[in-house]
């Protein structure tokens, strides 16, 4: 399995703190930009959850 699928999280965890890191040093991007950017993010997260979930139901199958 590729990494991303293997480790959403990390991979969101990752893009979170870069879009803080960029924010923080390039304090001239236009608010709406910067906001657009944190809504990709946050979407990211939800799909991020969703993968999660469908790997601790997938483990759960196996105990029944």
């Known amino acids: 399995m590729p990494f991303i699928a293997t480790h959403p999280a990390r991979v969101y965890a990752v ?3 870069s879009l803080a890191l960029v924010v923080h040093y ?4 236009p608010s709406a930009l910067v906001l657009g950017l944190v809504g990709a993010v946050l979407g990211l997260g939800e799909t991020v959850q969703r ?3 469908r790997k601790t139901s997938r483990a759960g199958e196996g105990d029944a």
């Open 26 to 29: 390039v304090p001239d991007l």
């Open 15 to 17: 893009a979170a703190a």
């Open 51 to 53: 993968a999660e979930d």
